[in-house]
């Protein structure tokens, strides 16, 4: 316990118990924030990365997928160019799924939820990026372009679910 809990507890004592509910919504809080902060710089004692690392993990699978879109295009779909597409999306699969296998401690309110959109949304990116390759393949244009700005509006519908778990996370740590 920490000195500002153990006074508060002392403090409490004396007044016969009363503000007792505080005392261990601070404890609460304390053991949350130890926990939060374990998830996302990852537990010393395991070799897991944390949250953080997770996270970056899937940005930068993000950006890749989008930068390998990009090459099929210019390449017109080619066998090399697609089996790269495929590759990126796999390995966005791969840290979305990593990613949701850790998602951050539920007593944080409002970050677990949020996050889980996050990965939801990226999680579709992939599905896009299959639509992207089909539809190219198949020389249908529109219907290629049409995937690629589904995958962007997925991208930064993600993006902006990761942002409010980001400030619930602080809005949290500052109450």
């Not at 007792?20 to 053991?31: D, M, N, W």
């Not at 390995?91 to 951050?104: F, I, M, R, T, W």
């Not at 992939?126 to 589904?150: E, H, M, S």
Request: hydrophobic share 50%; glycine share 10%; with cysteine.
């Amino acid at each position: 316990m920490n000195r500002s809990l153990a006074v508060l507890a002392a403090a409490t004592a004396l007044a016969g118990g009363a503000g007792c509910s505080a005392v261990h919504k601070a404890e609460s809080k304390s053991g949350c924030i130890v926990a939060a902060h374990a998830w996302y710089k990852g537990n010393g004692s395991q070799p897991q990365p944390g949250g953080q690392v997770r996270w970056a993990a899937v940005g930068h699978a993000l950006e890749a997928a989008g930068r390998a879109d990009t090459s099929a295009a210019q390449a017109r779909f080619s066998a090399a160019s697609v089996a790269a597409v495929r590759a990126r999306t796999a390995a966005l699969s791969s840290a979305v799924a990593d990613a949701g296998a850790d998602l951050p401690p539920a007593c944080v309110t409002g970050v677990r939820a949020r996050l889980a959109a996050a990965l939801a949304r990226f999680r579709a990116v992939g599905t896009d990026q299959n639509r992207v390759i089909k539809a190219g393949q198949a020389g249908d244009g529109r219907a290629a372009l049409a995937a690629v700005k589904q995958a962007d509006r997925d991208a930064v519908a993600g993006g902006r679910s990761f942002k409010a778990a980001l400030r619930a996370l602080r809005a949290y740590l500052v109450k």
